[in-house]
């Protein structure tokens, strides 16, 4: 197969002169490093009992209260981590001392950091995962407050009925913590940069991207919802920023937003001329022949291997785009060399809603597929229940 000439590909895919990047304030943000401080325990007390009628008071030194945890909790509303990029360090509540009279001290107080569905959580030091923070109102202690120390009331003895030793409390957890958002839905949108990936998501959904006539129009993750009575459920479909050659290496917008297809179920790879717009508002196509089409196909494959091979294992959808810009001879080429590797195209339209309903209909089916066979595989695993 013929490369395209690399001008040809910067020309079009280069992300300079984009009006859209001086609107982006960056308010998604989907990796963040803090660092987390646990309480210490409060100290146990020395103390004796010393009151009118009580003779023999003894010991009463109350033990130290337990230092607060820093607790990480999914909320369901939440789509980005911006809040912690603006504060990266916290440190929850010291236990209170021990007191006389064997009053133990007051708990310090926990803090709770809210995050999106989706955080996966990991020690900044050894890489070794935390947890995954995936329903609403789950919640996981990232560093655990630190043990109240005993008071003297608990070191009498026959031998000693006035001990004067009390324990320390013990120091809380504290560490440097990744979290990373990879956002959940059942379908990814792949491709390159104006593919149509915005525009079919808000085709099929009632997602409202940013759409324009020039690449990296979408600088960040978009999600959209569609329900179908077929299967009467809800479909949540991902549109991540178009990938360029060396994406998963950094260039481009790079790979960073590659996570958040990690976790769907299945992938739309979406192909399609490059449109554009000139001063009189009439639409210019680039790159609308097969060959131009299977080069763009094979890249975004190439990219997604190489991030990650396990990619490619999940269901795929290979759609045409902007069919209503080509015409039926053109959409027949198309077809028939794709045919030739073995891909069936979906052929869609937004502008006029061709193809719509029946893709849809199959994201549905291939979503519910997957879930029966994980289901399986869980079986599988655990084995069957004995009698």
């Not at 006389?100 to 890489?127: E, I």
């Not at 979290?179 to 009632?206: D, F, Q, R, W, Y």
Request: glycine fraction near 12%; include cysteine; charged fraction near 25%.
């Amino acid at each position: 197969m013929a490369i395209l000439p690399p001008p040809l590909i910067t020309r079009i895919f280069a992300p300079q002169g984009n009006p859209a990047v001086s609107e982006n304030k960056s308010r998604f943000v989907d990796y963040v490093k803090i660092h987390v401080k646990a309480g210490d325990g409060g100290d146990g007390a020395v103390a004796f009992l010393r009151e009118k009628f009580v003779p023999f008071g003894g010991p009463a030194g109350g033990d130290g209260g337990r230092g607060g945890s820093v607790i990480l909790r999914a909320e369901e509303e939440l789509m980005t981590l911006l809040d912690l990029k603006m504060r990266t360090n916290w440190v929850a509540e010291r236990g209170q001392n021990g007191g006389k009279k064997n009053m133990s001290g007051r708990s310090g107080k926990d803090v709770t950091l809210k995050v999106p569905l989706g955080t996966q959580v990991l020690d900044a030091d050894t890489g070794e995962e935390i947890g995954d923070l995936t329903t609403p109102g789950q919640l996981l202690v990232v560093a655990a407050g630190g043990g109240g120390g005993k008071g003297n009331q608990h070191f009498a003895t026959p031998t000693n009925r006035a001990p004067r030793k009390a324990y320390p409390g013990t120091e809380g957890e504290e560490r440097n913590i990744i979290l990373e958002l990879k956002v959940i839905a059942e379908a990814g949108l792949v491709g390159l940069p104006n593919a149509g990936k915005s525009t079919l998501l808000a085709a099929i959904t009632s997602a409202n991207p940013k759409i324009g006539a020039y690449p990296f129009t979408t600088l960040s993750p978009n999600l959209g919802v569609f329900m179908n009575q077929e299967f009467e459920r809800r479909i949540t479909v991902a549109d991540i920023p178009g990938l360029i050659e060396g994406a998963h290496s950094g260039h481009g917008l790079g790979d960073r937003f590659l996570r958040h297809i990690e976790r769907t179920k299945v992938l739309l790879h979406l192909i399609g001329p490059e449109s554009g717009e000139t001063p009189e508002g009439e639409i210019t196509l680039a790159n609308a022949d097969a060959e131009s089409l299977l080069y763009a196909y094979e890249l975004v494959t190439r990219e997604l291997e190489q991030y990650s091979a396990s990619l490619l294992d999940k269901p795929k959808l290979v759609c045409l785009t902007k069919i209503d810009l080509i015409s039926d001879e053109q959409q027949q080429e198309i077809i028939d060399a794709f045919a030739e590797k073995g891909i069936d195209l979906f052929l869609l339209s937004a502008e006029d809603g061709r193809g719509l309903a029946e893709l849809k209909l199959k994201i549905e089916e291939l979503v519910v597929q997957q879930e029966v066979d994980e289901n399986t595989d869980e079986v599988e695993e655990f084995g069957p229940l004995e009698e």
